[in-house]
Each structure stands twice: as C-alpha cells, then as structure tokens.
C-alpha cells in the first residue's frame, strides 16, 4: 500500500488482508476511556462480497473499544458503495439495539422527478420532504452518507438540501473528485453553506480533508497524503468553519485520520481550536479492518473539554440525542 493510496484500492488491499482473520481475532482489543465515543460514521452489510459486518459484530467492535453509540450510515447512490446499503438495514439494527445504534437515511435526488418551480416552490423538493419525514418519524437522526456523482450544488443536490433544512436532518456528505465534486478552496461547499445557514453539514473524505492545507491542489481530492506531510496553514477548512458554524467536520476514514496523522502538531491545534464542529468517526464498514483512529487521539494528549466534544458532545448536541 502506497502512502497516497486513493480510497478504491486502500478498501481492497484491506479486503485481502483480512481474509485469514478469525472471528476472535477481528477487533482490537478494549480500551478504557474517561470518554465514551459516539462514533459518527459506520456501515453495515457487505461493502465488499464476503466481508459483511453484521449489527452484532458492530457492537462488539463497539464494547472493545469503548464506544457508546454508533451511528449507521446507509449507501445508496449508485457511485456510493458496490453493494448498496439501505435505510431500512439501519432501522432494523436500531429495533434491535435502540441504545446503541443511531439510523441514518439516505435518499438520492435523483431518484425524485423534479418538475418546474410551481407557486415559488418545487414540487421535487416536497417529495423529497415527504421521504425524509418517514424516515425522521422511524427513528433516522441524519442524512447520509450522502455521496452522489453530482457537483456538490448541483441543482438535484441543492433541492435535497433545501428538503434537509426542512425537515431538521443533518447531511454527512462525502467529498472527493468523483463524488459531491468541488474544487481547491471548496467555493461549491461554500456556496451551500450560505444558503442553508440552519442545515447542518458535516463533511467527509478525501477532498473535503485534504483541503486543511492552503497547498491543497485538484490531485489531492482523490487520494490520500504520505505520512507525514506538513500542513501550510490557512486552508479552506480553517476558514469556512470559523465563517460557518453549520459546518462539521467528521474525522473517521482514512481521509479524516491521515489530515490529523500526516502533521500531528498542526492537526492537535486544529482540533482544539474547532472543537465545537469536529465529530469522531471510524468508518468501519467490514470486520477485521484497521481502524488507527484510536490510538491517534489517544497520543494527541488532547485537553479533556476538547474530547469531550469531540468524541461525545457535539454529536448529542447536533443529533438531539439523550444524555450527557
């Protein structure tokens, strides 16, 4: 695996090295934690075939590393995921586990015919409306993974966010050179920002993170930094969280740990100093995979008011959820 390894082959080569693992043998082991995470971002199903993660293995991946509640993120665009994951999957593990899963929804915009403006409003966007109520009333907290092969303000985009805002629910989204596609300095995400000020976005992947650097360029939207690279300040994350407090920034995947991993000092004092839009996150989607995510902030030697939010706070804070 190379160091700049694009997401696509990072998956794969995480595939193959798994294939030995024993079920026993597929976590790490637990650590004990002052702060429970609430990990914003898993899967469940196969991603890939064969290598299905289950609910109940989620959860014990959950017990051995200290996380409290997980939220599950369906897939369903078609550039989202080989095999596409449901909203109706996470409901289910939620019936089944209702303390420890949180459900997502995901719909894609395309899938709703949008016919003209009529009376100042689109008759496309109350059908999205209509969908994500649905799921709002059968527990789902947020919408995402959102990851289409749209610009990100594209118009069918800009019609579910305006749906988003709504109904209360807010959008994960992916961000890459093939997915919600932007550009250095991220004018499309800023865009949406400004017209949803109410609607939370929390953003994800290799594009939306490698844009913490001012050095940023189209190449890097779809392929991770070595470890390490130095980070020159005054990126676009930088300045669009501190113009936008509905922006969030959600740290699973390899794209949110490589953009704290690659210039450690530079990522703790970004983390600190936006606390109170950064969400922890794995991306687990399939057993055996490596998740770095806890070891890394287990070193950063963060302050405790800094984990907290970020490991917990915000998400009960932006999510609704009980708790403390």
């Known amino acids: 695996m190379t160091a700049c390894m694009p997401r696509r082959r990072f998956l794969a080569s995480a595939v193959a090295s798994v294939g030995a693992m024993t079920h026993a043998s597929s976590f790490a082991r637990a650590t004990t934690r002052k702060i429970k995470y609430i990990d914003i971002h898993t899967h469940l199903g196969a991603f890939y075939p064969g290598k299905e993660l289950t609910v109940e293995r989620l959860v014990e991946f959950m017990d051995e590393h200290g996380v409290e509640k997980s939220c599950v993120l369906p897939l369903v665009s078609p550039e989202s995921a080989p095999i596409p994951q449901t909203t109706s999957t996470a409901l289910a593990a939620y019936k089944k586990f209702p303390d420890r899963i949180i459900p997502f929804c995901a719909t894609d915009p395309r899938s709703v015919s949008v016919p003209p403006r009529r009376s100042g409003h689109v008759a496309g ?126 740290l699973s995947e390899p794209g949110g740990y490589r953009a704290i991993a690659r210039d450690r000092e530079f990522g703790r004092e970004f983390i600190i100093r936006n606390a109170n839009q950064l969400l922890f996150g794995t991306d687990v989607l399939m057993p055996g995979q490596d998740i770095p995510h806890f070891a890394l902030h287990d070193s950063l030697n963060l302050p405790d008011d800094v984990q907290y939010k970020v490991f917990r706070g915000n998400a009960i804070k932006l999510l609704k959820l009980k708790g403390s």
């Open 125 to 250: 966007v109350k059908g999205l409306v209509d969908i994500l109520k649905r799921y709002q009333d059968a527990g789902c907290r947020g919408m995402g993974e959102h990851k289409t092969g749209l610009l990100f303000d594209a118009k069918q985009n800009m019609y579910l966010y305006e749906a988003c805002a709504e109904v209360g629910l807010p959008i994960l989204f992916h961000l890459d050179d093939i997915r919600n596609i932007d550009t250095p300095g991220l004018p499309r995400l800023e865009r949406v920002l400004k017209m949803f000020p109410k609607l939370p976005l929390i953003g994800h992947a290799a594009g939306f993170w490698a844009s913490i650097s001012a050095d940023v360029t189209n190449e890097d939207f779809g392929r991770y930094p070595k470890l390490p690279t130095p980070i020159k300040a005054g990126g676009a994350l930088d300045r669009l969280m501190k113009k936008y407090p509905n922006l969030y920034g959600d």
